[in-house]
């Protein structure tokens, strides 16, 4: 059964500090796995698009990490702000119209 | 440039009644989705588009009707709603190929049902 599952569910953070969040999947074959956030009420929004042959991939303070042999990545959040608070959804594609969300990961920065 | 329109935002319908969701873009995109986004559930895609006059099945089309009549519009019809089609609807497009390793979808601020 093809699956992406995140974690953890939530987290809260102190504004300033680091976090990471992490995407495990089992889809397969694997074409590409991107990272989207999602601000309470709003679309996702894409971050970052990997293929297969890419380790990492950053896009500001966010820094996505992808290991193909064991199936996992992760999404690195420096020096966070109030700002990031919002949800995180990671998706895997199989092939041509075949994508797997995860649930998301519900990141809460406080000052 | 708007980006990813959709209407209306919100909807209360009763059990049986009828309703169409729209969504348009402006950035001449081939590609169209409906999701569905349910609590603690990931997006499912219920139909999508890769061009005008094309529509496909998704994961969870049952219950759902679309049309894509005009490229940078796509509908989603609800014939007989069921509370089971409760949920948070959001549009998405795309320029290139769903899955191609460039494709980036652009999602559209979302509609919250209600199907009492």
């Known amino acids: 059964k093809n699956q992406v599952e995140q974690s953890p569910q939530s987290l809260i953070i102190l504004e300033g500090k680091n976090c990471t969040l992490q995407c495990n999947y089992t889809v397969s074959p694997f074409s590409n796995l991107r990272w989207y956030k999602q601000d309470t009420g709003r679309g996702p929004v894409s971050l970052t698009i990997?293929?297969?042959?890419?380790n990492t991939k950053s896009n500001g303070r966010y820094t996505a990490t992808l290991d193909a042999d064991t199936k996992q990545s992760s999404l690195h959040i420096t020096a966070s702000q109030l700002s990031d608070s919002a949800s995180y959804i990671c998706?895997?594609?199989?092939?041509?119209?075949?994508?797997?969300f995860g649930s998301g990961t519900k990141l809460n920065v406080k000052p | 440039n708007a980006g990813v329109t959709q209407t209306p935002k919100f909807r209360v319908l009763k059990t049986g009644q009828s309703m169409t969701l729209l969504c348009a873009q402006d950035m001449n995109h081939e590609y169209m989705y409906w999701y569905r986004q349910d609590p603690g559930m990931g997006l499912r895609l219920i139909h999508y588009?890769?061009?005008?006059?094309?529509?496909a099945k998704g994961e969870v089309p049952d219950g759902y009707n679309v049309s894509r009549l005009k490229k940078q519009n796509f509908l989603l019809g609800l014939e007989s709603a069921a509370p089971s089609q409760t949920s948070v609807y959001f549009c998405?497009?795309?320029?290139?190929?769903?899955?191609?390793?460039?494709?980036?979808?652009?999602f559209g601020p979302g509609t919250r049902l209600t199907v009492l």
């Open positions: 998706v895997v594609s199989v092939d041509f119209n075949k994508f797997y």
């Open positions: 588009s890769v061009g005008e006059g094309t529509t």
């Open positions: 990997m293929t297969f042959s890419e």
């Open positions: 998405a497009s795309s320029y290139s190929m769903p899955g191609g390793n460039t494709d980036t979808q652009y």
